[in-house]
């Protein structure tokens, strides 16, 4: 049996904006002072790191945000995120918006660990040329 896992990342484009009616309640409960990998058109907090900053390799600190770019990637920000809050503690939380890939590895060797929130119905993300019309 051959299971196709490119439904999953159909598009080609990993990069999306957190839609305002997912992000400001999350922001109004937790108070964000880092979007810990975002660019300066999907950015949400003031403070963030870009591709070019790395923050897969840049420490965090405060209150993080992340919406890390979907695909085979993504393990690697899950892991970071645990790593930066729970392990070395330079951040004082993180929340991260991801897909529920509940038979994956990085699902269950991090987040179960921490809190998880399901939202109900379809997400539908903002790409950077749609936000440039709006």
């Known amino acids: 049996m051959t299971v196709r896992m490119d439904v999953h990342y159909s598009t080609g484009n990993q990069e999306w904006a957190t839609p305002p009616e997912i992000f400001d309640p999350l922001n109004a409960e937790f108070g964000f002072t880092l979007d810990v990998c975002a660019r300066p058109w999907n950015a949400k907090c003031a403070r963030f790191f870009s591709p070019e900053q790395d923050g897969l390799i840049e420490p965090w600190s405060g209150r993080c945000f992340m919406n890390p770019p979907y695909g085979n990637v993504i393990r690697h920000w899950v892991r970071k995120a645990y790593d930066e809050t729970v ?48």
């Open 87 to 134: 392990l070395l503690r330079n951040a004082e939380l993180t929340v991260c918006l991801l897909p529920a890939r509940t038979d994956t590895a990085w699902w269950h060797d991090y987040c179960l660990k921490g809190e998880i929130r399901f939202i109900r119905g379809r997400v539908y993300f903002q790409r950077e040329r749609e936000r440039e019309r709006a």
